[in-house]
C-alpha cells in the first residue's frame, strides 16, 4: 500500500493521540491508605458539584481530589467553604501542566482531612446552634469552571452505607433535676433507623463533669438501676454513648442532684436475748438485742428487780455483760433506749429468771479422735476434718473450728457450730496447715484439743509460698490476701494506628489465702497527662493466678504519640496495687500510588495497533477502489476520443 506524505502524517498523528488517551486512562492515580483496610469500592466517573461529594463520601468512601484534565461545564455550585477552596485551588492550578497535577490532588486531600477532623471536633457544640445546610439546590449563575472528581479509597465494607444511631436525648432524671432519691433509675431515649443493628450503651458518671468514669458499659436497654445509695445533697454529672456496632455518638453531659438528709428516728429495740420470760438464765448472763439506724447509736440499758433504772449510758456496743453475778431465782426486767443524737427510742421492758440454785458445771472433755491425725502426710485438698467431745454433765456442746499455717496465729474459721466435723476445699498442694478445736458448755465451760499439724499432696511443682506465715496477717480478726498484677500488651499492639485496638494480657497473683477470692481490677487507656480515653472494670475470683486477655480501644481522634494501658487492683483493706504497659499510636498516612499496570498499558496499545492497523487497511482500501474508479473512468474517456 502506498501512501503519501500527508496521508502517513495523518495516521501518524492519530496513533500518538489515541496511545496518550489510553495511557490517562489506564494510569489515573489510585488514592490508598498505607495499609490495607478492606474491600475498596468500584471507581466512580463524577464530578463533586452540587453536594455530590459529600453524598458520595458517606455512601461510599469517596474522596473529592481537584483533576485538571476534567472540564465540567454548566454545573451548579453549591455555596459551601470546601466548594469555594476547591474552586479556588483549581482557577489557579490551570496553567500548571499536567505533570503537577499529582502535588495538586495531595494539597486538596490534605485540606479535606484538615477539614473533617475539624468538624468532628466542634460536631457537640454546633448541633444546638447550627444552622441549617444549603440544599443541594442552591445555586449562582452558571459557569464554565473546572472541578473536582470524586474517586474512590478504600474503606470498610460495613461503613459503607451504616447510617449512625440518634443522640441519647430525653433523660430522667431531667437536667439540673433536684432531690433525687439516692438509689435513683436512669433512662434515656436512642434510635437507629437501620433496624436489623442492636444498640449498646455505655454510662459515664461521676462528681467531675471533666472526668466521667465508665460505670458500666454494653448495656442493651436503654435504662441503669443503680443498686447502692448514692451521697445526700451531691451534683452527679451523667452521659452515655450509643453505638449501632460501627459508629459511637455520645450524648450531652447531664446533671442532676440527689435528695437532702433528714433524720428518721431509729427503729424500736427488739429481738431480746436473754428472750422474753426465759427461766434458768445464768447468774452472768449477756444483754443484748437489735435496732437499726442509718446513723451511729448509743444506747441506755435499763435492769433492775422490779423496776428497770439506768446502769449504763451512751454505750456504743449492742450487748452488755454483767461483771459480778445475780442473785439465784430472782426475776429481773430491762430495757434499752435507742439514742441518734436527735430521737431517743424505747423499747419494751424484757423479763428473765435466774437459776434456782447453785450448779456445780464441770467442763467438757478435751476434744480427741482428730482426723487427719498429727503429722498426716499427702491429705486431700478437700477433706473431712473430725473430732469428738464429751460433756460430764450432759450439756449441749458448742465448737469452734481453729486453722491457719502457723500454729501460733490459728484462725477460727467456725464458731459456735454443734457439729462435731468440718469440710474444707481448695487447700493447697504440697502445704503445712495447723489446726485445733475449742469445744464449750451452756455456762461457757472450754476445752481445747491438741494443735494438729498435716501436709496436702504434693501435685510436684513449687509452691507459690515458702513461708505463709510471712506473708499473711490478721486484720480485724480474718485473713486477708496479698496481690499482685501484671499488665504486658501484645506484640501487635505496642505500635498502632488511632481507631485501633490494643490487647493486653493480665495476670493477677493471690498469695495469701485459703480459697478463691474476689478481686477488683480497673483498666484504663491513659495518654502522658492522665487524660482517659477508655476503660473497663471487672471483678475475678482469685485462688492462686488467675490470667485475662483483655482490650481498649484507641479513640480515631487520638493524636500520635504514647499511651499506657493502666490497671488498678483492689481488695478490701489491701492497698491498691498497679501495673501497666506502654503503646505508641503513630500517624497513617495518605499517598498517592501509582498502580502497576504494565499489563494493562501493553493490551491498550496493541488494541491501539490492531484498530489503527484495521483502519489503515480500509482506508487503503477505499483509497484502491476509488483509484480503480478514476483509471476505468479515464480509460472510458480515452475510448470515446
Known sequence: MNLNKKEGMFVIIGVFILIAIAMIFFIEPKIQLSRPCGSCTPWEDRVCGGGMCGSLEMEQGRLCVYDPTLQIHEIP??????????????????SKPLKDSEEVIEEVIEKVIEEKQEDKKSEKSDTSSSKSRPDIGSIQKPKSITWPHCIRRCVVREME?????????HPTPEPQEGEVPLVPT???ISSDIDESQELEYDLYFGINSTRLELLESTIKISQYNFKEELEYSTDYFWQISVS????????????????????????????????????????TPTLSRNSSDTEHLVYNLYFGEEVPILISENQSLKNYTFETELNYSTNYSWNIESNDGEFIVSGPVWRFTTISEEIINNPPSQPHNLTPENNSQNIALESEFSWLAEDP???NLTYNFLFGYNSTSLLSLTENETSNSVILTDMDYNTTYYWAITVKDIFGAENNSKIIQFTTLSNGTTNLIDELDNLTEKRSGGLYALFDIKVELGDDSKIVYAG????STIVLYNFGTLKPVDANINCELLDMDNNMYDAFEETLAVETQASIIRSLDIPSTAEPGHYTFHCTLNYEAVEPITSSDLTEVIQQEIHIEQPNQTNKIYLGVLGLVIITTISLFFFIKKKSKQKKKSTKKKRKKKKKK
Open 393 to 395: 454433765d450432759g450439756d
Open 161 to 169: 452505607c451504616n447510617t449512625p444511631p440518634s443522640e441519647p436525648a
Open 500 to 503: 485501633d485496638q490494643i490487647e
Open 77 to 94: 455550585i453549591q455555596q459551601s467553604k470546601l466548594s469555594e477552596q476547591l474552586k479556588n485551588g483549581s482557577s489557579k492550578e490551570k
Open 244 to 283: 449501632d456496632g460501627i459508629v459511637e455518638v455520645f450524648s450531652p453531659i447531664w446533671k442532676f442532684k440527689t435528695e437532702s438528709y433528714t433524720n428518721l428516728p431509729p427503729t424500736i429495740p427488739n429481738n431480746p436475748s436473754p428472750e422474753e420470760g426465759v427461766q434458768e438464765i445464768s447468774l
Open 186 to 188: 436512669l433512662t434515656w
